[in-house]
Every structure is written in C-alpha cells, then in structure tokens.
C-alpha cells in the first residue's frame, strides 16, 4: 500500500510496460470476415465542402473501398454531397458519427495523413508507398481507420492523438497540401495496386475502444493517484490537461497492444481501485 502511494505515476505506467513484454499476444479473435478492401474505413473529419465529400467518395467507388465515415461534417455540404455523381450508393450507406473516438471504435490500426510542413509531430510518419504494405497487412485481419482532416486546417492535435502512426503523400516541397479528394483517390490507388495477399498477422491487435477504454482508465489512475491534477476550471483544462491526456493517449497506442494485453492491465487497474479502496472509476464500465 504505502509502494503504490510513493511511485503513484511511474507505477501504473511501469504496469503497461509489464504488461507488453510479458503477456500473451495471440488470442482466439476470429479474422475479418470480408476482404482486405472492405476492412478499410476511411474517415474524413469535420469535411465542409461537398465536392471534396464527393470526389473522396467516388475515388472509393473507384478502386473498391465502400465504408466511408464521417465525423462532425459541416451539416449543409454532407446534405449536398450526397447527391455527387458516380457514388450514390456509398454515400447514402455512409455512416455519421459525432466523434473521432466512436468513428475508430472497431479499428486495430489508425493512421492519419498528413503534409507534415512546419509542424511539430510527436508520431512516427510514414511515406505513402511505406505505409501501404503496413496498412494491406492489417487490413487482412482487422478492420483500419485511415484519416483525413478538414481542407481548411487538417487534422488537429487530439485528431492525431488517436492514430498509431501517419503517413505523407511525398509532394514537392514548395506545394505540400493536396485537395482533399484527390488525396484520398491517391492513397486508396496505392492501397488497391499492392500486389499479392500478405500473410495476416498473428498478433491480434485490440480495437481503438479497448484502448480508449484502457486510456481512460489509466487517466482516472493517475488523476487518484496525485500524478495528474484534477482541473479546476474548463479554462486550464483547454490549456494543460488536454495535452497531457493527448500524451497518455499516444503513449497506449505505441505500446502495439493485442486484447488480450488491454483486458489483462484493465484488470490490473480496476484491482489496484478496489485494493485502494476506490471506487471503479466510470471509464472502467465503459
């Protein structure tokens, strides 16, 4: 009891680190039961003009990617999207969501795209032509989230905060951006002339919720522990402890966590709740 006190943050994090060298990778979650394409999800965020929704969804049509998702679209271009020629179909299964988090829920792979530019990125970024094969791998297992930002300013920090790793489409450096639609059409070209099946990975990775769910509760240890401070406002939540979230947040995903790796530390944590004579925080049942 009084160990635990003294290495509060250091303690639940050395738990994760334990937990990705020593516990099982392989479980007996079944592979994904369609093809590699349509393990695909492609993900546009917060998108405002529908001829770019458009040509992202026709540029799927095109080369065999049918499960498009869109998340907090500006409400008028979405209604105008989908009336674009060529990609009735899949526009109208297209699927809404409110936040990333629920748009990546069932995903075991998130990868952003990105011009790079003069930001500061706190992720690995992977050409285009490196990422494909990665990213054709997975996609024989599991479902992938594949992102793309607003045209206006991309993919934000807490955006990228949810992704494994980006990757760059290699433009010249004097143009980096792209318009929206034709960076998906380029990038999903790539993914569709890969050739070959490749083999599927034994390593069965967890879903973008079980690490949510892992994150969430990993905060809620570190905040009980004293390591994080609770904020007293909404104003200096904006301010630090959003990135500090973001950090734990990315900190998660580069430990390449299976399920069974996310359901042993989970139970980890809710025991050291009970054994502090906690509560469960609300995370842990979600």
Known sequence: MVLWRRLPGGFFLFLIFLVHHFSPAVNSSPLCRYSELDCLRVVLVSPRNPLNIGAAARAMSNFGFLHLRVVNPYNLAFREARSAVGAAPLLARAEEFNTLAEAVA?????????????????????????????????????????????????????????????LRIPTREEHRSMNLGQAVAVCLYE????????????????????????????????????????????????????????????????????????????????????????????????
């Open 106 to 166: 069932d995903c075991t792979l998130v990868v952003g795209t990105t011009t790079v530019g003069l930001r500061q990125l706190r992720h690995p970024v992977r050409r285009l032509e490196q990422a494909a094969p990665l990213i054709r791998k997975r996609l024989a297992t599991s479902p992938v989230g594949l992102l793309f930002g607003s045209e206006k300013r991309g993919l934000s920090n807490e955006d990228l905060s949810h992704c494994h790793w980006l």
């Open 191 to 286: 993914l569709a002339r890969a050739q070959g099946v490749p083999k599927p990975e034994k390593h069965v990775a967890a879903t973008a919720a079980d690490l949510e769910r892992l994150t969430s509760l990993l905060l809620d240890a570190l905040r009980s522990s004293g390591y994080l401070k609770v904020q007293s406002s909404s104003f200096e939540k904006g301010r630090s402890a959003a990135p500090t979230e973001e950090k734990i947040r990315r900190l998660v995903r580069r430990l390449h966590l299976s399920a069974t790796d996310v359901e042993l530390t989970l139970g980890i944590l809710r025991q050291i709740f009970w054994k502090l004579g906690s509560a469960k925080a609300p995370s842990a049942e979600t």
